[in-house]
T-cell receptor, first 115, second 112 residues
């Protein structure tokens, strides 16, 4: 049973560029959430996708956008990259009608470095 | 303003002893609390959770205690093992499917 997979694992971009990160949820899961973990910080919620729509959004600018595909996989896009966007980007999957504890299953993350 | 706070960035414990990791929160509307463990180069993995209607939940060597009046929870690991060395994140949510709010984490080192 495959868990949450993310790609790429590492990437380096320069300021002003755009980046796309990809995520495949755990088998059987229909909801994907994205989190940003800056150095020394806990993960911060970016947004959540269910049924190919953004359902909830955290306090992130419009430069951060996403998409969910019919097979439940998801992309995170960040435009006009800033140095402060350097972080570990974590994808998490869950069942919208699933665990009442709110348990999320995380991927290993994509580490983005902006120079 | 941080709604979930882990005030100890690191903790070092001898193997076999008890590890106690603490977490404070400010939002009294939180009703689920979770602990995640993270090893380097891996994503966070769920460890244990507790609902606000309980004050204790136990799973093997791991026990979480919730003190709602103090807005405080703690994770006890007994006995601590070297494989427990990781970063532990406390997280809270308003309901089962709302975003998790994480603390900054506590790095636990269990010394053999």
């Amino acid at each position: 049973d495959a868990g949450v997979t993310q790609s790429p694992t590492h990437l380096i971009k320069t300021r002003g560029q755009q980046v796309t990160l990809r995520c495949s949820p755990k088998s059987g899961h229909d909801t994907v959430s994205w989190y940003q973990q800056a150095l020394g910080q806990g993960p911060q919620f970016i947004f959540q996708y269910y049924e190919e729509e953004e359902r909830q959004r955290g306090n992130f600018p419009d430069r951060f956008s996403g998409h969910q595909f019919p097979n439940y996989s998801s992309e995170l896009n960040v435009n006009a990259l800033l140095l402060g966007d350097s972080a570990l980007y974590l994808c998490a999957s869950s069942l919208v009608q699933g665990s009442s504890t709110g348990e999320l299953f995380f991927g290993e993350g994509s580490r983005l470095t902006v120079l | 303003d941080q709604q979930v706070k882990q005030n100890s960035p690191s903790l070092s414990v001898q193997e076999g002893r008890i590890s106690i990791l603490n977490c404070d929160y400010t939002n009294s509307m939180f009703d689920y609390f979770l602990w995640y463990k993270k090893y380097p180069a891996e994503g966070p993995t769920f460890l244990i959770s507790i609902s606000s209607i309980k004050d204790k939940n136990e799973d093997g060597r791991f026990t979480v205690f919730l003190n709602k009046s103090a807005k405080h929870l703690s994770l006890h690991i007994v006995p601590s093992q070297p494989g427990d060395s990781a970063v532990y994140f406390c997280a809270a949510s308003l309901s089962g499917n709302t975003p998790l709010v994480f603390g900054k984490g506590t790095r636990l080192s269990v010394i053999a």
